[in-house]
């Protein structure tokens, strides 16, 4: 057989699980008994890319011991320095290895040696014997073992490609002559992962140099009297350890470990010990990859004669004579499965019969199904009920619109009633297509999503989802009826209404059912005030505020967006003649080039894994403190966002029947209980820069008779941190009025309050808020572009002059790994899985965390329940004038001129009484012709 007809997967376990599991790690898969199965599903998707793609004819596992290896007694501090292992993956390891052994894979490990040297010996072994070999690992040492036939298979992560090296790419990369020489590279410069000490002075530049000079450690070592200096005494010195570091880094080829051709040959899975394990973590959709699934549409039996609630026979059954359907994997229940009641409702007469009960009832559940997910354009396709789990009804409604009206006129007494409890999933969709009738729902709300979203607020949260966690069941999928998503994807009015019967139906159906699932759950986590009193109320505000919409002046829009044009054509030719050529300015790549390699901006650039130079904002922002090029290209790439994402973009977000914008308002995307906004996202219109500022000037009143208003909160989050942390310096210093960030100047940098300088105000003030964010001294020194030790000087100081916040972070943080997740003033929760990890990076993370969410939380609770306030207050005083925006801690009214005077006096009066706090809170007002006036 020709050598390479037999190809050999070796993987690197322990490598593949620590990617798996930073993967996972900001957005962790925690299945329904509490385990984090993150680590087992990235794991699992790699191998099924490797098994799918590259059809391995041999392949096996490669697992490290915990037993020490001859490296350690080498050097006892090999290692040392490496965290100890995230909980996550000590749980995980063993479900991996059954994983793999349920793949029918062998998994390999041997006491002494680490899994490189079992892969490096097996790899040399099979290339001898005619295979194509692949090291699939991220582990840069295994270069060194790269031939004609061995291959280091670095796979897909976080968007990059996967990498295949050879030896040309492996010398290409390392900028070497010879594989080999990747040892001595990391003998030279150490690894400081596994603790390899190297020599000290020399970096990853150095090392190559010297290698190109030497050739090798060991060359190096018998001629330091070509070094000179400092470089000549440090390879002197520390000669034996460069010698160790490089045996230390060297990959063994002789493990004591055969190579069995036919062991190693790759069988089919074991398909019941795989689903088992499946099932048992969860993996649905793995499943489904796996051992696929088929489902056959429902037929519908319709008969308007019989009456709704007579008993008539079940509206959804399987065909006469057919197969019985495939069942859904993981015992999933199916409509094809469980007992249901769903009816095809049509004519005058069954309508007003189902309103009839509809109106006996002290909860109903109703879904609309429309034309479009943008409900500003959506029409009514139909609307489903349900009221009695496992019971539905589905009311199909015309294309055209007065008889869809007529239909909504039958049912206006039921969205009218103020007595009965509406339920929805994402209910303000189906409030707003309503609104967009002329039908106003009124009555208390519940949503499913945002139960659930304040139980788990970093999960999921659609009914899918839900529906197969809480009640073991797979709804039928929207795709089976309209399409697979793209710009081939049906629509619902192309769809029959015996066919989408059963599909509106069920999502009434189990959307009531999750409701009685999530409500235990609500009550036990004390949760109930806050979705009963703020986030369901809230729901009407927003939908209020989404239909109104906001006026843009797009003539303004259109002359910025000249304006923006000519400026960055002049930054960009002023770039050109910096870098001394022309080139693409918007490529990545090429900008590298110019900077790193012509220019030689930083000799200790970093690269992208796929090759690159790093540009991004970070990179350039610490190249501007020196280099005018880069400050150039920043400001270039602003205004080149500024004009494509907004000034472009907005004319073409107005709706052509009110001429108007309506964002979309989402309560459950953010963990910290903060609104986002889609479709334009108003929370990210910059507003640090002058002309990042000068795109709320197109956010104008109405019409001649209103003015935009803008009401934002003071300090919020300052205010509330002396709140809770009871500092009674802070709490004195709002409660007088002064200035809290000369305040806390005078006070870290011990001089009388009158002779702070604006530059030890900024400081302060980047203090102020970093400490909310749990700031480090090297984050602070970034921000500040100030010296470490000043930066560490100045949070010292900042806790000695303060120590009552410094108290607060402390017990926040203890709290935190007491109960695992901490809360606002409303009770609030974000989980905080990671803060007990012993992995400092995930821990520190969540400390992070746990000082700040309370406090940005019960800033979310604070603007939410003034929302609820503001707007009952408005409709109660019967006011022409309407609330249009929220943004971070502002709110923006179209005030009607005749109003102004009692909107500026109630809606500060309102925003401050919210929530009562230990210490003053302040709402500012502004009125003007546009919302930068305003502001």
Not at 238 to 262: N, Y
Not at 640 to 667: C, E, F, W
Request: charged share 30%.
């Amino acid at each position: 057989m020709a050598k390479g007809s037999k190809k050999l997967f070796l993987l690197d376990a322990m490598a593949l699980i620590y990617r798996a599991h930073f993967a996972f790690s900001k957005n962790p898969r925690i299945n329904s008994k509490g385990l984090n199965t993150g680590v087992m599903l990235g794991f699992t998707n790699t191998l099924l890319e490797v098994l799918e793609k590259e059809k391995p004819t041999h392949i096996a596992v490669v697992f490290d011991t915990h037993a020490p290896t001859f490296r350690h007694e080498q050097f006892e501090a090999y290692k040392a320095n490496r965290q100890e292992q995230p909980e996550d993956i000590a749980v995980a390891i063993p479900w991996v290895k059954e994983i793999v052994q349920a793949f029918n894979i062998p998994t390999l490990e041997l006491d002494g040696f680490e899994a490189d040297d079992i892969i490096g010996t097996l790899a040399k072994k099979a290339e001898r014997t005619s295979f194509t070999v692949y090291m699939m690992t991220p582990d840069k040492d295994y270069g060194q073992l790269v031939e004609d036939h061995i291959y280091l298979y670095k796979p897909a992560f976080m968007g990059n490609a996967v990498d295949i090296m050879g030896p040309k790419e492996i010398c290409d990369k390392w900028d070497i002559e010879k594989v080999d020489q990747v040892r001595d590279i990391l003998g030279l410069m150490g690894d400081a992962v596994d603790n390899i000490p190297g020599i000290p002075g020399i970096g990853a530049k150095t090392a190559v140099k010297l290698l190109k000079q030497f050739g090798s450690v060991e060359e190096l070592i018998k001629n330091t009297d070509q070094l000179k200096g400092k470089q000549k005494e440090n390879v002197e010195k520390f000669a034996q350890q460069g010698i160790l570091s490089k045996e230390l880094a060297t990959i063994i080829q002789d493990v004591p470990v055969e190579f069995d051709e036919k062991a190693l040959t790759y069988e089919p899975p074991n398909e019941e010990k795989l689903k088992a394990l499946f099932a048992e973590l969860e993996f649905r959709t793995l499943t489904r990859r796996v051992f696929g699934e088929a489902i056959k549409k429902p037929s519908i039996k319709v008969d308007e004669q019989l009456g709704l609630f007579t008993g008539n026979e079940p509206a959804v059954a399987a065909e006469e004579n057919q197969e019985p359907p495939i069942a859904v994997p993981d015992s999933l229940d199916s409509i094809f499965t469980r007992n249901h009641d769903y009816h095809l409702v049509a004519g005058a007469e069954a309508i007003r019969e189902l309103v009839h009960y509809l109106l006996l009832q002290q909860e109903i559940c109703f879904d609309t199904e429309t034309t479009s997910i943008n409900p500003n354009q959506a029409e009514l396709v139909g609307i489903s009920f349900a009221y009695l789990p496992g019971e539905a009804y589905y009311i199909p409604f015309p294309a055209e619109r007065k008889g869809a009206e007529k239909i909504l006129a039958l049912l206006a007494p039921v969205f009218s009633s103020p007595e009965i409890l509406k339920i929805g999933q994402n209910i303000k969709y189906d409030i707003l297509v309503l609104m967009n009738y002329g039908i106003v729902v009124k009555g208390k709300l519940y949503d499913t999503m945002l139960a659930h979203y304040l139980i788990e607020p970093e999960g999921k949260h659609s009914m899918d989802w839900m529906a197969e966690q809480y009640l073991r069941y797979k709804p039928v999928s929207i795709e089976s009826l309209i399409g697979k998503k793209g710009k081939n994807q049906g629509n619902m009015r192309d769809v029959a209404p015996e066919e989408v019967a059963p599909y509106a139906a069920e999502d009434a159906d189990i959307t009531l059912l999750l409701k009685k699932e999530l409500d235990p759950i609500v009550r036990e986590n004390k949760l109930e005030k806050l979705l009963h009193e703020v986030e369901s109320p809230l729901i009407e505000v927003l939908a209020a505020m989404e239909f109104e919409g906001v006026r843009i002046d797009t003539e303004s829009l259109k002359e910025m967006s000249g304006e923006l044009e000519t400026e960055s054509r002049v930054i960009e030719k002023k770039v050109y003649e910096l870098a001394g050529e022309q080139f693409n300015l918007s490529s990545p790549k090429q900008l590298g080039e110019i900077l790193f390699v012509k220019l030689q901006l930083d000799p200790k650039a970093k690269k992208t894994k796929t090759g690159q130079y790093a540009t991004g904002e970070e990179v350039l922002s610490k190249l501007a403190v020196e280099h005018e090029i880069a400050q150039a290209i920043l400001d270039f790439r602003q205004l080149v966002k500024l004009k494509s994402t907004y000034v472009d973009a907005l004319p073409g977000l107005i709706n052509p029947k009110t001429g108007r914008i309506h964002t979309t308002y989402n309560q459950f995307v953010a963990a910290t209980g903060r609104l986002s906004s889609i479709n334009p996202n108003l929370q990210n219109i910059p507003i640090r820069t002058e002309r990042g500022r000068e795109i709320r000037k197109a956010f104008v009143p109405r019409d001649a008779d209103h003015l935009i208003l803008a009401a934002d909160y003071s300090q919020i989050e300052l205010r509330i941190m002396a709140a809770f942390s009871e500092d009674q310096s802070m709490i004195e210093a709002f409660e007088q009025g002064r200035d809290i960030h000369a305040t806390t100047a005078a006070k870290i940098f011990q001089v009388p309050l009158e002779e702070v300088s604006g530059d030890m105000r900024r400081k302060a003030k980047t203090a102020n808020f970093g400490i909310i964010y749990g700031i480090s001294a090297f984050g602070l020194s970034q921000r500040l572009k100030i010296p470490r030790s000043e930066a560490k000087e100045i949070i010292d100081a900042y806790f000695k002059e303060f120590p009552a916040v410094k108290s607060y972070m402390d017990q926040s943080i203890e709290k935190a790994r007491k109960n695992e997740f901490v809360e606002t003033i409303l009770g609030r929760r974000r989980y905080l899985r990671d803060i007990n990890s012993r992995n400092a990076t995930m821990r520190g993370f969540a400390e992070r965390n746990a000082i700040n969410a309370p406090i940005q939380g019960s800033a979310a609770d604070m603007i939410k329940v003034a929302m609820i306030q503001v707007h009952e207050w408005m409709v109660r005083e019967k006011l022409r004038s309407k609330m249009i925006l929220q943004v971070h801690d502002e709110l923006v009214f179209d005030a009607h001129k005749d109003e102004v005077d009692l909107l500026k006096e109630k809606i500060p009066a309102l925003m401050s009484g919210a929530i009562r706090f230990a210490v003053p809170l302040e709402a500012e007002v502004g009125v003007g012709n546009n919302w930068l006036e305003a502001h």
